[in-house]
């Protein structure tokens, strides 16, 4: 049995059909919870999607994609916070290591050429 627990803001539309607009939090079936903003039915503005694996992402949502400024956290504890752009890192941003080294430069998805370490003085 799939169970999900919606929390909020919704909105009808034209046509009878109920949708999340405004602020609110879902936990879906799985354990993922999302508490912030919604349009259209998407999660569109600011808020944190937290994963059962302990991955948690903080920022900007478009179109229910990580887009714009935010912070990911990874279940290891290293994270990414910078832009972002369609659920990628895209622009400038700094990634914190397992060691705790902040990495900072511009990231492209996966690639990130010509990072430097960041020195705490």
């Not at 714009?68 to 369609?86: E, L, W």
Request: glycine share 16%; with cysteine.
């Amino acid at each position: 049995m799939h169970v999900c627990v919606v929390e909020g803001d919704f909105s009808q539309t034209p046509d009878g059909v109920v949708i999340r607009q405004g602020f609110g939090t879902q936990i879906s079936s799985s354990g993922t919870t999302y508490t912030g903003e919604w349009s259209n039915d998407k999660m569109n503005g600011s808020g944190t999607l937290s994963h059962p694996s302990g991955a948690v992402y903080e920022g900007d949502f478009r179109e229910s994609m990580y887009h714009g400024r935010g912070t990911y956290i990874f279940p290891d504890g290293t994270k990414y916070s910078g832009t972002f752009n369609n659920n990628r890192f895209e622009g400038e941003g700094e990634f914190t290591d397992s060691e705790g080294r902040v990495w900072m430069g511009s990231f492209h998805g996966k690639a990130a050429p010509g990072l430097k370490l960041k020195l705490n003085m």
